[in-house]
């Protein structure tokens, strides 16, 4: 079974920067689809980012396009997202999400965004952005 292991939250100024990791084990790294979701108090799940297996295709949440980068080191097996510009509604815990993936096969963006696309997932990480 893969485990998930988020690292780098913590308290930032609105507009500053975080960057996060996810370091996974378990399966080969070269097989999952990565994804980021995070969750505030009182408010649902809300997709971030994703990357495929291969690292050839990215997606991000409407509310982050533009600030986050989502990224993977497969020498490392670890995924990343660079999170710059924050801002205070960026604050929640964030999780890591791992999904099998065949090798080959194209997931729709829509498929990648969704929770239940995702069979592991991290314990979570706060970020806080203070006001």
């Known amino acids: 079974q893969a485990q998930l292991v988020e690292s780098g939250g913590g308290l930032v100024q609105s507009g500053g920067s975080l960057i996060l990791s996810c370091a996974t084990s378990?399966?080969?790294?070269?097989?999952?689809?990565m994804g980021w979701f995070r969750q505030a108090p009182g408010k649902e799940r809300e997709f971030v980012a994703a990357?495929?297996?291969?690292?050839?295709?990215?997606f991000y949440g409407d509310s982050v396009k533009g600030r986050f980068t989502i990224s993977r080191d497969s020498a490392k097996n670890t995924v990343f997202l660079q999170m710059n510009t924050l801002k205070p509604e960026d604050t929640a815990v964030y999780y890591c999400?791992?999904?099998?993936?065949?090798?080959?096969?194209?997931?729709?963006?829509?498929?990648?965004?969704?929770?239940?696309?995702?069979?592991?997932w991290g314990q979570g990480t706060q970020v806080t952005v203070a006001s």
């Open positions: 999400a791992a999904a099998a993936a065949v090798a080959g096969v194209a997931v729709p963006s829509d498929k990648m965004s969704a929770s239940d696309y995702y069979d592991y």
């Open positions: 378990g399966r080969t790294f070269s097989t999952y689809d």
């Open positions: 990357i495929n297996w291969s690292g050839g295709k990215t």
